[in-house]
């Protein structure tokens, strides 16, 4: 016969069991403990933990050597009072701005390339992600990764400087090839039909060459802070119709209709009418570049939004194909459709129209469907620059 043992309960077991367990356990809280300050530290990038209100409940090593900081002096501390950040101009970063802060209230990761300030008053750029500690749904606290981004900086900055000498040096023996060929064709009248074709086609080799110069100089520049946003206020409905104008002629050699449907009232913003007309000028060629081959059009409309005018330049072009789509604005990239279309593209005009677009505080997207259309929207803050001050660009 077996005797059926039943469970002890706690009233049951002997103080030195109950002394054994408790010691068990607390030895497990100690490896668990140990095994947790284990991990934190041996992350090489900085972490710091902080709870639903900002506060660091934890740091490691990596990020006390990085800030300069002992350990008790960050414990406890509200993140944005003891770890100032700026934006890449400068700025100082507002607390809800701070992917850190962010990430509590979105309750996703996010990622930003910021400035943070040593304990000694020197800054240094920082690429960071924080992400929610969710718990039962609801963030309860912040966990950011972040590693010094001062390497990235510099070979970025060194290979902008590099691009930019480069195309200046490339610039004077172009305008040269360019004018010879100009002097040979103005009289031409001598040459066989052979030669005027060889020329014909230095001829566009050299004004593509021109153009991709152009546009590595326009984006080293952007880069390298060396472009100053002159803002003044505008009327972005003259700025428009100046860049149809000076665009109408190639328009109407393709065989492009373009409407502009002004609005009543004047559109006026602070902005920079040179770098918004070089964007609207690149979005418009390439809606002339990849037009529809029967009754193709551009339609441009200004929206007026309460902070903000969204600027729309719609085609019924070859479009965009899906798996193209989040590479359009990457530097070099050409979908194959537009290659077929356009042999002789760059793939950096959408490039510096975001960042001349970002520059000026602006935001940019599309909406495309194949053999459909493309339309852009440039949306610019109707009030970024504060006049009379002029902001420099800081990139
Ligand atoms: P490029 O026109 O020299 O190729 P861009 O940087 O201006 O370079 O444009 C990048 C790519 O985006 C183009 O090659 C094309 O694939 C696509 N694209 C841009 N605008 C349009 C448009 N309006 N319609 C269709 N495709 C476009």
Redesign the pocket.
Known sequence: MSIKKEPQTINEQSPSDLLHKLKGAEQRLADSQHLHNALIESIGDGLIIVNEYGVINEINKAALDMLGYDREEMIGEWLPRALPSKDKDGNDLPPTERPSLKSLITGHPETAITTYTRKDGSNFPVSGTAAPLMVEGKPKGSIIVFRDFSREVLVERAKNEFVSLASHQLRTPITSILLYIGLIKYDEKGLSAEIKDYLKRIEMSAQSMQQLVGDFLNISSLELGGVEARPIPIDLIELINDQISEIIGLAADAGVKISFSEPKEPATVSTDPALLGQAIH?IMT??I??KATSAAEIKIKIKKQPQNYVITVA?N????PED?QHK?FQRL???DN?VKQHTQ???????LVKKIVETLGGKIWFE?QENVG?TFFIQLPKNRFKLPVIESMQR
Request: proline share 0%.
């Open positions: 690149n390439n809606a570049r990849y085609d072009g070859i479009g965009i193209s359009i990239y050409r979908a537009a593209g760059t793939g950096l005009g959408l490039y495309s493309t």
